[in-house]
């Protein structure tokens, strides 16, 4: 199997998700959504989503009523419970290295389906918060992953090509974003690529 060299050579922009991207958030999430919900969620099947999406789905599952007033309810808890655990979160292994590494040569965005509140204080205690731009967030666009508009939005800001750009990305609702944006995606973590690895391989794709 070919490495990821061919994808990281050259491209002028990298797009980064947040969450189980850079941002070892998922288990304080799926913590976040559990409280919230009252129950215990699957995570893995609304990673990516908005909040508000994800919530969706999980009344509909549960054959529960999903007005809006729920819906805004659920929300607001969930993200209060996010703020809180993000107090001890980290950077999943790697992907400081590959940012700074990056930074030296290419134009680095975030795109991702968080609250940009949220998203600031992340980006904060990762020391990643001018690392960035544009950095679009579910607060910036009408529909969110896995619709196209977030990744969209960073090519109309940025002015540059889908083929001169790349995005990294954990969920299959980014992934399915990113491919509907006309953009070529790296998966990040289980089943992906890992950050370290990918440090390397940028080192040798831009030698």
Known sequence: MPGPEPLLAGRRLFI?????????TSPIHAAAFSTAFGAPVDYAAIAGLSTATAMRRLLAAAGREAD?????ALVTAKRAAAR?????????FGAGAFVAHAAATHRLALCTSGARATVAGTLARLGFADSFDPVVTADDVTRAKPAPDAFLA??????????QALVFEDSDAGLAAAHA???????IGPGGAEWPDLTAA???ACA
């Open 84 to 92: 809180a655990g993000l107090a001890t979160v980290r950077e999943v």
């Open 202 to 204: 940028l080192a040798g």
């Open 154 to 163: 960073v090519l109309d800001r940025t002015g540059i090509a889908p083929d």
């Open 181 to 187: 944006a006309g953009l070529d995606a790296i998966r």
């Open 68 to 72: 809006d007033a729920t819906i805004a």
């Open 16 to 24: 980064f998700d947040l969450d189980g991207t850079l941002a070892d």
